[in-house]
């Protein structure tokens, strides 16, 4: 079932590759869903990109109730257009959306959806090596009234920005803040869903991180302050003595699609990987008898980003000597090569469009 679209008479003009960047151009269409308790999800439609209107009431300016995704889209070796994973985004949603209690979407007009979208914008994705089309599901309360509740009315949209290779100049190792002061999420919270509320107050922590030179931080559990979370917007992973540890699923951490998919290379390539809970004491041992390889957070932006500093308590550990480590080498290129179409996608990862 294909939706309505109506074509902008006003194409924009694309920049240029190298002057990409992250979520800073979007595309000349967007995909619009309305809720009403009444209807439903009603009304899809691919649309000219423009701004919306909203009643200065809408709860989602008072309220918070408001949840969102990321995926790509990407150019193969051989000019196909591929998205990755996508059902996972969807069903991801549709779980943030349970907790924030918005009402589910059909994941597969969603995702039937997408492809149109995507098709519609296809000139959009920007070819280059390392370059992809980022793409923004999200959801909004959008009933005016002020009332504490769920709101009967919503908002889905998809939008689409073209973005740049994140390692243009190669992997470059960060350098990351261990937070104590403040805390991201804990047990029965919102830090499984992909909800804006988490980033607004993870602002504060990321901020602090920047004044000290660090990129961003490595989140800490709520309760006890002493095992391992996230960082940022990606989950982490520590290499100790040949070994690929990841914190499990306790519920405040996001469930990475990147995360679980190199848990599964990692299976298939048979290196010990290991999701339990894992101590920054455990870390810092690690490192102080030498047996800390390597550390690396997994997301959509960067699929990997290493680890090459790690402050904690006043003292900074250098991983690694600041290089990429063999696993992490070992994860991107498989990634990087099932998305750009080189390996052969023995996961059945991809959607090709037509
Ligand atoms: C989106 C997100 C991630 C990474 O998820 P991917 O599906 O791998 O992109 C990790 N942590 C947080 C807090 C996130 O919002």
Not at 141 to 152: M, N
Not at 204 to 229: C, F, M, P, R
Not at 294 to 313: D, H, K, N, Q, Y
């Amino acid at each position: 079932m294909s939706v309505p679209v109506t074509l902008t008479t006003s194409p924009k003009q694309k920049p240029a590759a190298d002057s990409l960047g992250f979520g800073k151009f979007f595309t000349d269409h967007m995909f619009v869903l309305d809720y009403s308790s009444a209807k439903g999800w009603h009304d899809g439609r691919i649309i000219p990109y423009e701004p919306i209107s909203l009643d200065p009431a809408s709860k989602v300016f008072h309220y918070g109730q408001a949840i969102f995704e990321g995926l790509k889209a990407y150019i193969t070796v051989d000019g196909e257009a591929l998205l990755f994973r996508p059902d996972r985004n969807f069903a991801r949603l549709n779980h943030s959306a349970e907790r924030l209690c918005i009402p589910a979407i059909d994941e597969q007009q969603a995702l039937e959806a997408l492809k149109q979208l995507v098709e519609v914008d296809r000139a959009w994705i920007p070819a280059e090596a390392g370059t992809s089309l980022y793409i923004r599901p999200f959801i909004i309360a959008t009933e005016a009234d002020l009332g504490v509740d769920e709101s009967t009315e919503y908002k889905f949209i998809i939008i689409m920005s073209p973005s740049g290779s994140y390692y243009a100049e190669g992997i470059n190792p960060v350098k990351i803040m261990v937070e104590k002061k403040y805390v991201r999420a804990v047990v029965g919270g919102t830090g499984e869903a992909k909800t804006s509320g988490n980033y607004a107050s993870s602002l504060i922590s990321s901020k602090e991180a920047h004044e000290q030179g660090y990129s961003q931080t490595l989140w800490l559990d709520g309760k006890e302050n002493k095992y391992v979370e996230e960082v940022g917007s990606m989950n982490i992973f520590f290499k100790i003595n040949g070994t690929v540890v990841t914190p499990e699923l306790t519920g405040s951490i996001l469930p990475g699609i990147t995360r679980d998919s190199m848990i599964q290379v990692l299976k298939h390539k048979n290196i010990p990987i290991e999701e339990r809970h894992i101590a920054i004491d455990e870390v810092i041992d690690a490192h102080t008898n030498g047996t800390l390889e390597e550390v690396f957070g997994t997301g959509t932006a960067a699929v990997i980003s290493p680890v090459g500093r790690l402050l904690w308590e006043g003292e900074e550990l250098v991983i690694n000597n600041e290089e990429i480590g063999d696993v992490s080498q070992l994860l991107y290129d498989t990634l990087t090569g099932i998305q750009s179409g080189k390996i052969n996608d023995d996961f059945n990862w991809t959607i090709r469009l037509t």
